[in-house]
């Protein structure tokens, strides 16, 4: 069965420091998706990454980037020079992608992170 | 372009009554999708249409729950009879369907969904 554990309830840095924020998987397919989506507080929903299981290069936009690593079944995202603007709820998410990227996705419990001025 | 649209915002009602949630995607977008957000169970994808045929439903949680995308401009998802486990935030995204980091979901404000 596919699994995703985000460890890390919430986290709390003070502005301009680095945080990273943890997503594992589990899953049997060798083909699969990854997503990371993004809640603030107004309760909004942003999407923010999809990612599919054969394109292991890290990812950077911006003051984000997100390391995928197969061996170690991760999904992690970093935010640099953290921003007040950043404090939300994160959610990874994974898909089997047996028709399309978003088949049978399920979700992490999410991660709140808050930013303190 | 006004984003995804989505109505009520709010809505209350009794248990047992029917309740209809309303979407309208982004134009141009080839897929619509709708999400469920509560405490106990967290997000969870209910189903999902492409070029308005439904794709993967294996989300929607029981008969009770249909969902319909007559044209490419409208969705609903409708609940019947209406139970207070339902009660949830319900969100409605659209994609165009691109490949690769360019297929970008857009959400919709979210419909609040009480049942007493």
């Known amino acids: 069965a596919q699994k995703v554990t985000q460890a890390q309830t919430e986290i709390s840095v003070v502005e301009k420091e680095d945080v990273t924020l943890d997503c594992v998987y589990e899953t049997r397919d060798t083909t699969y998706y990854l997503f990371w989506y993004k809640q603030p507080p107004s309760g909004e929903l942003v999407f923010l990454i999809r990612r599919n299981s054969f394109d292991e290069q890290n990812e950077i936009s911006g003051r984000y980037s997100w390391n995928f690593q197969k061996s170690t079944s991760s999904f992690n995202f970093t935010i640099t020079a953290s921003q007040v603007v950043d404090s939300a709820v994160y959610f990874c998410a994974l898909s089997d992608a047996k028709k399309t990227s978003y088949d049978k996705v399920i979700f992490g419990p999410g991660t709140s992170l808050s930013v303190i001025p | 372009d006004a984003g995804v649209i989505q109505s009520p915002r709010h809505e209350v009602t009794e248990m047992g009554q029917e309740v209809t949630l309303r979407c309208k995607p982004i134009s141009g977008h080839d897929y619509l999708f709708w999400y469920r957000q509560t405490m106990m169970r967290g997000l969870e994808l209910l189903i999902y249409?492409?070029?308005?045929?439904?794709?993967?439903d294996s989300g929607m949680p029981e008969d009770r729950f249909s969902a319909k995308m007559p044209n490419a401009s409208f969705s609903t998802l409708k609940i019947q009879p209406s139970e207070p486990r339902d009660s949830a935030v319900y969100f409605c995204?659209?994609?165009?369907?691109?490949?690769?980091?360019?297929?970008?979901?857009?959400f919709g404000p979210g419909t609040r969904l009480t049942v007493l």
């Open positions: 995204a659209s994609s165009s369907g691109l490949a690769g980091i360019t297929d970008t979901q857009y």
């Open positions: 249409f492409n070029n308005n045929v439904p794709i993967d």
